[in-house]
């Protein structure tokens, strides 16, 4: 992360617009939680490093850090109707796992939007699960994971 991001504490939850760049992408396993509460607003790039993370148990997840020198990295920008925005933000901070800081909610100035992104935790939590395999991707998961994951 860098200056153009800051990690956001629960006032996220009144941020209309949420940029998401893995499995919470159309025709992404995750997509459930926005398929019918968000409406899409187009495809979106943030320059960042995206990793893939294979978890014997709970198969491949993504991880970004953005950063404004890196690569961009394809991401989807959905907003989230007031009517149902906690929810729906109380629905992906449990998936991320917001409580535990292997992810972060950080704001992207540049899209008037937030991200899940990479947490401090995520890095000390990979180094010390030696069952856990991760390598930087190229900037499109969905891509990457259509291609049989093979980069």
Not at 43 to 57: F, K, S
Not at 98 to 126: C, R
Request: hydrophobic share 40%; glycine share 6%; net charge negative.
């Amino acid at each position: 992360m860098d200056a153009s991001t800051q990690a956001l504490p629960r006032e996220h939850w009144q941020v209309p617009l949420v940029w998401v760049y893995g499995t919470l992408r159309q025709g992404e396993r995750n997509h459930w939680l926005l398929k019918e509460r968000a409406e899409y607003r187009g495809r979106h790039t943030c320059n960042g490093q995206l990793y893939a993370i294979e978890d014997p148990v709970e198969a491949l997840y993504p991880a970004v850090i953005l950063q404004s020198q890196a690569d961009p990295v394809v991401g989807e920008l959905f907003y989230l109707p007031e009517a149902v925005r906690a929810q729906v933000y109380r629905d992906l901070d449990i998936l991320e796992e917001i409580g535990i800081n292997l992810y972060q909610v950080v704001s992207l100035p540049t899209l008037d939007a937030v991200a899940y992104v990479a947490g401090p935790s995520l890095w000390q939590y990979l180094q010390t699960t030696p069952e856990l395999k991760v390598r930087q991707i190229p900037g499109d998961w969905s891509q990457y994971r259509q291609q049989g994951c093979s980069h």
